[in-house]
């Protein structure tokens, strides 16, 4: 039987905009969700010899995006990035990671590009963890580099 071979964790690292370009972990983001879309609009055509039948759809894409949201522990210095992040374009990595039994596991592959930080809500649980959820959302293109 042939196992997959998985991703374990992954970390998003936001950019500090300089010239080099600086990337932070964004520390206690535990959870990553990759989301890619092709947009589209559906279109029908109908068969020229029954045009009284339902046509069949044909979509047609009209762009693609990708979301990440990273979920985790609330981290207070997290809260000040956020509020600057916030609308703000700004460029992000997104490393994905296999489970290599080291401590810090073996780097797969990168997404990078722009992003808009579009969302960021906290959960703040007096009885148990306090929590953060963001919303990257693409802005142009992205780019994907699997480690050699």
Not at 51 to 78: E, F, M, W
């Amino acid at each position: 039987m042939a196992a997959p071979n998985e991703f374990a964790f992954a970390r998003i690292k936001k950019g500090d905009g300089g010239s080099p370009e600086a990337f932070t972990v964004l520390c206690g983001m535990q959870d990553v969700t990759i989301n890619k879309v092709a947009n589209t609009v559906d279109r029908f055509r109908r068969d020229c010899d029954t045009p009284n039948l339902p046509g069949a759809r044909v979509p047609k894409s009209t762009g693609k995006q990708l979301d990440i949201t990273g979920t985790g522990l609330t981290n207070k210095p997290n809260v000040a990035t956020f509020e600057a992040a916030i609308g703000v374009t700004g460029n992000y990595e997104i490393e994905l990671f296999s489970d290599d039994g080291t401590p810090t596991g073996n780097l797969e592959g990168t997404y990078t590009g722009a992003f808009m930080l579009t969302a960021h809500n906290m959960n703040l649980s007096q009885e148990g963890d306090s929590t953060d959820e963001i919303t990257l959302a693409n802005s142009g293109d992205w780019v994907w580099t699997p480690e050699a």
